[in-house]
């Protein structure tokens, strides 16, 4: 993904202001693997490159007590620093019904197992490629994970099953 932007004079122009005689494009790239890259170039053909590496996918953390959005990035990190604890991963769109209903129950359940990470997952074009690889055919999905593997599923906004499921990943 990259996002460019041209920087031109100001329309005004003063004597104190300085005297612009170039457009300057910078290019802004981000990778997947948490690198951003920055590349400035003048009408003079002039480059100025910078790359500036991020650790905060490094630095994942399975926090309880509250549902965490993640994405394609943030998502197995997450799931690798909760450890031994269950995970509950509601994968979801924006324009789904029953997602916007359950959604409030499962905020609620957060705060009730407090030894269990709850994430949310948007399934939108961003994401597509972790929805797919979940293997997702319908939203909401919930996804029960304990040790990095799937071990339960609950499909629809089913509160009951989706408890039931909890109970039985945290018990085992």
Known sequence: MALRLSISPPPIRSSASPSWTSTHM?????????????SMRTQEKRRTRVMVRSSSIDA??????????VNKDTFWPIVKAAGDKAVVLDMYTQ????????????????KKYLDVVFLKLDCNQENKSLAKELGIRVVPTFKILKDNKIVKEVTGAKLDDLVVAIETARSS
């Open 95 to 110: 324009w789904c019904g029953p997602c916007k209903v359950i959604a409030p129950k499962f905020q609620e359940l957060s």
């Open 26 to 38: 910078i290019a802004i790239s981000f990778s997947s693997s948490s690198s951003v890259g920055l």
């Open 60 to 69: 994942a953390e399975a926090v309880v007590g509250q549902v965490t959005e």
